[in-house]
């Protein structure tokens, strides 16, 4: 089965433009933007972790033009200030991908520094006071316990990690105390499990709720839910399994305002909510299930996905409403929904919104609030009013305006893959009302892959996408099995079959736009970044379908990358590919390092010397192979960078090395100065590269 269908921002009239009388024919790539090609370093923001206290709304902000710091922002009636100094990183490092760093409590501040990991508390006018100790530990998901005057949150000590490099870190969940003392070591509440998140508390602080899992279960394979009561010194007493397993994936408890539990999990297939009920509420309630002195009730079950992929903590989905309703997010066929729920009831309604990307959903009074994006419109903060149905722009990650002519509106496609399925893709077509390209010429296409490798495409805004698609060249951004948003079932076609399927469904989308005579078959080139880069170092391995790849922070390197990585992912090629040693030979056989001679294109390999997710060792291995074997490559490497360019000099940087493969690969002149890159080759000292 194949379609497409055209993604048109609602409220919008794509005829509404005429276009120009007279098009300037050019080949594609040469077409001339409107859209620059250096990023403005101080507009382009991340937008991240919504929070809520009384009537002000928080957020944080990723600048680039900051060495790329988090700064806390507050909106206190109309207007928006910091709440952290510029030299300060509000971000955690848990998991190595941090999230859920900061809360806000009665004005009072509590958050984690990057650069020292430890908790802070700031009142209102008042310098940070440090809360913990200088140790090697880091927190993330800070839940304030006013009643106790303590924090509630994930710990991840690497105490014995920093001393013995075979150790890893430990997890478990602490309680942090504040007062007039020096910053005191945390006491543990729950440890035992290899690792924990959500701790949430009811709405009378007499109860915790978690969420816990093991090795070598990701969080999307397998997790657990647990109840259990505070004694009278702010321990936990026995605790109640409620839901979760081995193969069951539960996710983001939450506490109604009736002291209600609810949670998702994707037992039927599907990220869905449900609720824990001490009795069930009769006929019509949804799937029941027996837990331990409770029963398990689904709430408006839908095949769509009320959970993002969970990488980072903090990224809620749903929030409790006046009179019992639950505002969600869903996922579905690749867009996230708006949807008011009943629960009473069972029913969902869908909430006509313009946006297609929406997450950190928070609430306060009659409003809800979360980060929205879409094609046309640079990501925001935006709040909804629940009963008039007015959207209002909170802060917008630029404020560069665009000539919405030169936006490509992506065209979400289903094409064939290998074995008779299906996948699916967001295909951007080459857009400027000034071009057109020469008469049975065809554009060139980059073939975008996304990270995780459980993570899924964005149809938000992206410049970099912009950039090429007014220059003239087509971009496909694809959703290959193993993406978040389509089902456990899609989630799983990667099991044991990393660098397989994604490789296999991202020639396969190419090869279809080409068959749709809608792109180069001849010009092709393929990038991505950490597992993104992973694909595409094996597509340019193993197939003899790109031109060119540039991969940004790549594992290259499967054995070296068991060995070596983070606690958090150390047992992900378990089920990517095989246990590791028995399947060693899996290890081998996949691995671009091991495929430097068969290697079919000129690659651009780019990589932060910081990373601790995917150390420089994978990147320089990667360039040691392509070297001997003779191969034509790029290195580009940033020494004050980790696992991700934030930093706008290194984010042009990378952009010009990336363009510039493109100009030689697919052998145009950029409007731009943009020169083709210069590639390294074993033997010689340089060496231009092009078709043929």
């Given at each position: 089965m194949t379609k497409s269908e055209r993604i048109i921002p609602p409220n919008s009239d794509p005829t509404a433009i005429d276009p120009p009388s007279r098009l300037t024919v050019s080949p594609y790539g040469s077409w001339v933007s409107s859209i620059p090609l250096a990023p403005d370093p101080g507009d382009e923001l991340m937008l991240l972790e919504l929070?809520?206290?009384?009537?002000?709304?928080?957020?944080?902000?990723?600048?680039?033009?900051?060495?790329?710091?988090?700064?806390?922002?507050?909106?206190?009636?109309?207007?928006?200030?910091?709440?952290?100094?510029?030299?300060?990183?509000?971000?955690?490092?848990?998991?190595?991908?941090?999230?859920?760093?900061?809360?806000?409590?009665?004005?009072?501040?509590?958050?984690?520094?990057?650069?020292?990991?430890?908790?802070?508390?700031?009142?209102?006018?008042e310098a940070p006071v440090a809360l913990t100790p200088a140790r090697a530990l880091r927190f993330a998901d800070l839940v304030v316990d006013?009643?106790?005057?303590?924090?509630?949150?994930?710990?991840?000590?690497?105490?014995?990690?920093?001393?013995?490099?075979?150790?890893?870190?430990?997890?478990?969940?602490?309680?942090?105390?504040?007062?007039?003392?020096?910053?005191?070591?945390?006491?543990?509440?729950?440890?035992?499990?290899?690792?924990?998140?959500?701790?949430?508390?009811?709405?009378?602080?007499?109860?915790?709720?978690?969420?816990?899992?093991n090795h070598p279960n990701?969080?999307?394979?397998?997790?657990?839910?647990?109840?259990?009561?505070?004694?009278?010194?702010?321990?936990?007493?026995?605790?109640?399994?409620?839901?979760?397993?081995?193969?069951?994936?539960?996710?983001?408890?939450?506490?109604?305002?009736?002291?209600?539990?609810?949670?998702?999990?994707?037992?039927?297939?599907?990220?869905?909510?449900y609720r824990w009920v001490e009795e069930p509420s009769g006929a019509g309630a949804g799937q029941l299930r027996p837990g331990d002195g409770g029963a398990i009730e689904a709430i408006a079950p839908t095949e769509a996905e009320f959970c993002h992929y969970q990488w980072r903590f903090g990224r809620p989905t749903y929030v409790f409403a006046d009179g019992g309703e639950?505002?969600?997010?869903?996922?579905?066929?690749?867009?996230?929904?708006?949807?008011?729920?009943?629960?009473?009831?069972?029913?969902?309604?869908?909430?006509?919104?313009?946006?297609?990307?929406?997450?950190?959903?928070?609430?306060?009074?009659?409003?809800?609030?979360?980060?929205?994006?879409?094609?046309?419109?640079?990501?925001?903060?935006?709040?909804?009013?629940?009963?008039?149905?007015?959207?209002?722009?909170?802060?917008r990650a630029s404020s560069m305006l665009l000539d919405a002519r030169y936006l490509s509106v992506p065209e979400k496609i289903e094409f064939p893959t290998e074995r008779g399925l299906?996948?699916?893709?967001?295909?951007?077509?080459?857009?400027?009302?000034?071009?057109?390209?020469?008469?049975?010429?065809?554009?060139?296409?980059?073939?975008?892959?996304?990270?995780?490798?459980?993570?899924?495409?964005?149809?938000?805004?992206?410049?970099?996408?912009?950039?090429?698609?007014?220059?003239?060249?087509?971009?496909?951004?694809?959703?290959?099995?193993?993406?978040?948003?389509?089902?456990?079932?899609?989630?799983?076609?990667?099991?044991?079959?990393?660098?397989?399927?994604?490789?296999?469904?991202c020639v396969s989308g190419a090869r279809y736009l080409a068959m749709q005579g809608l792109v180069d078959r001849d010009r092709l080139a393929i990038t991505g970044k950490s597992a993104g880069g992973w694909t595409t170092l094996c597509a340019a391995a193993f197939t003899d379908v790109f031109r060119g790849g540039v991969a940004y922070f790549a594992i290259t390197d499967l054995e070296l990358w068991a060995r070596g990585t983070h606690k958090f992912e150390s047992r992900y090629l378990d089920g990517l590919i095989g246990p590791y040693p028995e399947r060693r030979d899996l290890y081998l056989e996949r691995s671009p390092t091991n495929a430097g001679a068969s290697f079919n294109c000129p690659v651009v390999i780019i990589q932060g010397l910081d990373d601790r997710v995917v150390p420089r060792d994978q990147a320089e291995k990667m360039v040691g192979a392509v070297r001997t074997a003779g191969k034509p490559f790029a290195y580009v490497e940033f020494p004050d960078e980790g696992h991700g360019l934030r930093k706008a000099a290194n984010i042009e940087h990378a952009l010009r090395a990336e363009l510039g493969l493109y100009a030689a690969v697919f052998e145009i002149r950029f409007a731009d100065a943009i020169e083709p890159l210069t590639f390294e080759r074993a033997g010689a000292d340089e060496v231009r590269v092009g078709r043929g």
């Open positions: 929070r809520v206290d009384g009537e002000d709304l928080y957020w944080l902000e990723g600048r680039p033009d900051q060495n790329g710091h988090q700064i806390l922002v507050q909106q206190h009636g109309r207007a928006i200030a910091d709440m952290t100094a510029a030299d300060t990183n509000v971000r955690s490092r848990v998991h190595e991908y941090g999230g859920a760093s900061y809360t806000v409590n009665d004005g009072c501040v509590y958050f984690t520094r990057f650069d020292d990991g430890r908790l802070y508390r700031q009142t209102p006018g006013e009643r106790r005057s303590r924090l509630i949150c994930v710990q991840e000590d690497h105490t014995e990690s920093t001393r013995l490099p075979e150790s890893q870190a430990v997890n478990s969940l602490v309680e942090v105390r504040w007062g007039d003392s020096d910053a005191r070591p945390p006491r543990t509440l729950v440890t035992g499990n290899d690792f924990y998140s959500s701790p949430r508390l009811n709405p009378d602080r007499s109860r915790l709720a978690w969420i816990t899992w990701m969080p999307w394979d397998g997790t657990e839910l647990w109840v259990a009561d505070f004694a009278r010194d702010g321990s936990l007493g026995p605790s109640t399994l409620v839901a979760g397993g081995p193969s069951e994936s539960v996710a983001q408890p939450e506490w109604s305002p009736g002291g209600v539990l609810h949670f998702v999990s994707d037992r039927s297939g599907w990220w869905n909510l639950i505002i969600a997010i869903a996922r579905r066929g690749g867009q996230d929904e708006l949807l008011r729920i009943d629960p009473k009831r069972h029913l969902a309604s869908k909430v006509d919104v313009p946006y297609s990307e929406l997450e950190f959903i928070c609430g306060r009074g009659g409003k809800v609030a979360f980060v929205a994006g879409r094609p046309v419109e640079s990501t925001a903060v935006v709040e909804f009013d629940l009963a008039s149905g007015r959207l209002e722009v909170v802060r299906t996948a699916f893709g967001f295909y951007y077509p080459p857009t400027n009302p000034d071009f057109t390209g020469v008469p049975e010429e065809r554009p060139p296409l980059v073939v975008r892959c996304h990270g995780g490798p459980t993570a899924n495409a964005s149809t938000s805004l992206d410049l970099d996408v912009q950039r090429l698609t007014s220059r003239g060249i087509g971009v496909l951004d694809v959703d290959h099995g193993g993406s978040t948003g389509y089902g456990r079932a899609y989630r799983e076609r990667l099991c044991g079959e990393w660098g397989v399927v994604d490789v296999q469904d």
